[in-house]
């Protein structure tokens, strides 16, 4: 599995952009990016997945450059409820490790009024 | 995509007893789900790969004998914490992986706090 590196914290105010850059050099072939959510006390929660370019969904966007050895997830005019832990991971699909997910340490994301 | 629960929400409990967590995937049939543990102010550690009908996996330094796990339906893990001590106070997250391939996401329980007094 591909380790990740992204920033430990990164703050914001209401209604600004946040883009959380992940550095992943050793990503394989086969592995896609995803990216959680999570609050405190709660399991996570899937917010994007994607393999390369850019991928767009109703809360976020990715963008992965051509050599995918970085992602950075964007989140747009976010708000109070947008404080969590962000991870950021690289896995793949092969019998041996599907569904093992391997959490960094993720950036807590606070935004403040 | 998947609904799963964790029962109890959160536990007490005392040192030297067992507790065990409920781990349901309410409306997906998953032949494997994973158990994770995440200290206070840490990220998620997998623990163990539940498999139905079969025994788990364990990570390497997760001791099997004192986490217990019970994968005997399809939607149904049950995961003891065995003569608990306040050492295994934690957040204990179950979660399932859809089946459509490596792009498929996980979908987490929402936690059972543990904490042993």
């Known amino acids: 599995l591909a380790k990740t590196t992204q920033p430990i914290s990164m703050d914001s105010y209401e209604g600004q952009e946040v883009n959380i850059t992940c550095s992943h050099n050793n990503i394989a072939t086969n592995d896609y990016i995803t990216w959680y959510q999570q609050f405190p006390s709660q399991g996570p929660r899937f917010i994007i997945q994607?393999?390369?370019t850019k991928v767009t969904n109703e809360v976020a966007s990715l963008f992965i450059p051509a050599d995918r050895k970085s992602s950075t997830l964007s989140l747009p005019r976010v708000s109070l409820s947008d404080t969590a832990v962000y991870y950021c991971?690289?896995?793949?699909?092969?019998?041996?490790?599907?569904?093992?997910?391997?959490f960094g340490a993720g950036t807590q994301v606070v935004v403040t009024p | 995509g998947a609904v799963v629960s964790q029962h109890p929400s959160w536990v007490i409990c005392k040192s030297g007893t067992s507790v065990k967590i409920e781990c349901r995937s309410l409306?997906?049939?998953?032949?494997?789900m994973f158990w994770y543990r995440q200290f206070p102010k840490q990220s998620l550690m997998l623990m163990a790969t539940s498999n139905e009908g079969s025994k788990a996996t364990y990570e390497q330094g997760v001791e099997k004998d004192k986490f217990l796990i019970n994968h005997a339906s399809l939607t149904l893990s049950t995961l003891t914490v065995t003569s608990a001590h306040p050492e295994d106070s934690s957040f204990y997250i179950c979660s399932v992986h859809g089946d459509r391939g490596p792009e498929t996401e996980a979908f987490f329980g929402q936690g059972t706090r543990l904490t042993v007094v």
């Open positions: 991971l690289v896995g793949e699909g092969s019998a041996d490790s599907w569904g093992k997910l391997q």
């Open positions: 994607g393999y390369k």
């Open positions: 409306d997906f049939q998953a032949t494997t």
